[in-house]
């Protein structure tokens, strides 16, 4: 992981680990709750820089880079918007890939069923955001492999970030 140094909230400065051939970030704990919205939007701009080639499987194990304990799969919800990360037990802070990350901050959505039948009348497949698979609009509704929803990216969102 690389560290990278992003404005806070109230002028501090926080320390974000990313990896970008994960395409994953480690926050400390509360960390991506004091980042300020420029730097909200840095993220947003480095996922679309580096997010454009297949995501690698992730190891079975995930160790915490604090104190090499085991993670643990965690599942929350913000906005409506189910999302999904891994944490330290030790309460050293969490795991998160970028789609994950952009549906915890409401930039990602999934899909009305008015919005699907308006992409299936214009897009016959899409690649599931979270694993790959290609998505056969005409009979799915969501990815057949994983199960995870289509969703969009919400420029209204960035709009008022902005």
């Known amino acids: 992981m ?6 806070g ?22 960390e991506e709750l004091q980042l300020s919205p420029g730097a909200t939007l ?10 454009s080639s297949p995501k690698p499987a992730l190891s079975q194990a995930l160790l915490c880079p604090r ?26 802070g969490h795991f998160i890939g970028f789609f994950e990350f952009l549906k915890e901050k409401n930039f990602i ?5 008015a919005e699907i039948q308006h992409l299936r009348e ?20 969501a990815c057949p492999y994983c199960h995870s929803p289509i969703a969009i990216l919400d420029l209204k969102q960035q709009q008022q970030m902005l």
């Open 122 to 141: 214009s897009v016959q497949t899409v690649n599931c955001s979270s694993c790959g698979a290609s998505i056969d609009l005409q009979n799915n509704s």
């Open 42 to 51: 840095q993220l947003m701009k480095y996922i679309g820089e580096h997010s």
């Open 2 to 7: 690389t560290d990278w140094t992003l404005g």
């Open 109 to 113: 959505h999934p899909l009305s069923p």
């Open 67 to 92: 104190c090499g304990a085991a993670l643990t799969l965690a599942h929350n919800m913000t906005h409506n918007v189910r999302f999904t990360y891994w944490q330290c037990p030790n309460q050293h």
């Open 9 to 30: 909230k109230l002028g501090a400065q926080l320390t974000v680990d990313v990896c970008a051939p994960c395409q994953a970030f480690w926050f400390d704990p509360h």
